[in-house]
């Protein structure tokens, strides 16, 4: 799926306190950071709250802006994806996902394109992946430090992902 080119606002989701820097449920941070390393074609944004209260900053930035909320992209983790991987998606829940909720209930539409970046660990046991009862919960690893390794995994995934966008 490509975004809609009616997008005229990108905004990364995170915490911004310095503790939760580099850490996966950051990522969408780091996507802003790595799209402003080349000249912006459109606006991007970094939201100012913690990851729960992202709907008060988007919300207050789209009544400034006089921007719809279909014509943004929402840029954060997803547990539910395997690292390496992302998915472009428009008007769909949340799926526990707090930031996104705060957004749809903020927005009171679930109408808005998503940017959703992979952050589950590959595990592997016995060479074979393991069954959904026996993945770690994402509270377990959503705000550690991104691997070295990782931080590599991820930057292919912006390289891509910024393709699209």
Excluded: C
């Excluded at 820097?21 to 100012?48: E, M, Q, R």
């Excluded at 008007?91 to 927005?107: D, F, W």
Aim: glycine residues 6%; positive net charge.
């Amino acid at each position: 799926m490509k975004i809609n080119p009616a997008v005229k606002i990108i905004i990364g989701l995170g915490n911004p306190d310095k503790e939760y820097a580099n850490t996966y449920h950051n990522v969408g941070f780091l996507f802003i950071d790595y799209l402003l390393k080349n000249p912006p074609i459109i606006k991007l944004l970094k939201s100012d709250v913690f990851m729960n209260e992202s709907g008060k900053f988007v919300s207050k930035t789209l009544k400034k802006t006089n921007i719809k909320p279909e014509e943004i992209l929402i840029v954060h983790d997803d547990s539910d994806i395997e690292i390496g991987k992302y998915k472009i998606s428009f008007g769909r829940g949340s799926a526990g996902h707090n930031g996104v909720e705060s957004i749809i209930k903020s927005l009171k539409t679930k109408n808005f394109w998503r940017l959703r970046i992979g952050i589950r660990p590959h595990i592997r046991i016995n060479q074979h992946k393991i069954s959904i009862n026996q993945r770690p919960k994402a509270a377990a690893f959503v705000l550690k430090k991104i691997s070295k390794k990782d931080l590599g995994i991820l930057e292919k995934v912006f390289e891509e992902a910024a393709e699209k966008v």
